[in-house]
């Protein structure tokens, strides 16, 4: 399932490639209602003939296409949604749900097993990301903003990484990987975490999110050998990236752990599959409260 990184994979392919191109032809197919959003179909083919691209960005898992009279093309792959970019005469591959037709010979092909990808045509792109929390690969993504964040959420760690209120961009995926690279239980709660937890865990989860842009993303559903392998992320070309060979937790369920060989765990938490090695990332207990006044002042365990 893309997340920030197979998203970004996917701004900088078409950054390098369709920037200045101009849309001749949009085509949604019949067999995917749900696609576009706030209007009818026909006014989103209608208003995206002749818009020139201008530029191409990320917010959270949105990508956004900058187009020219002050349009903004935005789409969310949710599941399986991925972007090819084509000849116009190249044959068609599986799940084809939208085509976008190009000034240059090529088409961008919106194919998307699972049906549950979204696009948005509008002058004011805010709205759709309200309520986004910051960009995790940001300077302005602090220990401190973390902290802050934390520190409000009673509940486990794990499900506050997926909250796209708390950080923009990370899944289930790269949430299983940071909390990994932290030594973090999933089931540890936010709230408990400790300064340097929370320094440890912001620099798990940048480590998680650049080693999968450096991976150009992961493909964990896509079958090795297969031409065409569309369960998963693929970039532009249909190419799958290459992170599922580096994952140290996530689908790794009893295979040993990259630094101590201990059996990987799943366990299910908040409706998602959470992977973790016991050893590695230990959950710490509670401690018993203890009135302000007559707190230990002795330094915890662990
Ligand atoms: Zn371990």
Request: contains cysteine.
């Amino acid at each position: 399932m893309p997340e920030l990184p197979e998203v970004e994979t996917l701004a900088r392919d078409l950054r390098a490639t369709v920037v200045g191109r101009k849309i001749t032809k949009a085509t949604v197919s019949p067999d995917a209602p749900r696609l576009v959003q706030d209007m009818p179909v026909e006014v989103f083919e209608s208003g995206l003939r002749g818009r020139r691209i201008e530029g191409v960005s990320r917010r959270g898992k949105y990508l956004m296409l900058q187009l020219d009279k002050g349009l903004w093309w935005v789409m969310h792959r949710r599941m399986s949604g991925n972007v090819l970019r084509r000849p116009v005469k190249a044959t068609d591959e599986p799940y084809i749900r939208a085509r976008f037709r190009l000034d240059d010979g090529n088409e961008l092909r919106f194919v998307d097993l699972r049906k549950f990808g979204t696009m948005w045509l509008t002058d004011d792109p805010e709205p759709i990301f309200a309520g986004l929390g910051p960009e995790p690969l940001d300077e302005a993504f602090t220990d401190e903003v973390l902290r802050e964040t934390l520190k409000k959420r009673s509940t486990a760690i794990k499900p506050v990484l997926l909250d796209q209120a708390a950080i923009a961009g990370v899944g289930n995926l790269y949430a299983d990987e940071a909390l990994h690279y932290a030594g973090i239980h999933p089931k540890q709660p936010a709230a408990s975490l400790k300064n340097d937890e929370v320094a440890k865990l912001r620099e798990g989860i940048v480590r998680a999110l650049e080693q999968g842009l450096a991976n150009l993303g992961s493909s964990v559903g896509n079958v090795a050998g297969e031409e065409v392998s569309l369960r998963d992320h693929v970039n532009l070309n249909g190419e799958s990236g290459k992170n599922q060979e580096y994952l140290v937790a996530y689908g790794r369920e009893g295979r040993p752990c990259r630094t101590c060989g201990t059996a990987i765990e799943r366990i299910k938490l908040a409706q998602r599959s959470a992977h973790f090695c016991p050893k590695c990332q230990p959950l710490r207990r509670r401690r018993k409260r203890t009135p302000a006044k007559g707190r230990a002042r002795r330094a915890p365990a662990g």
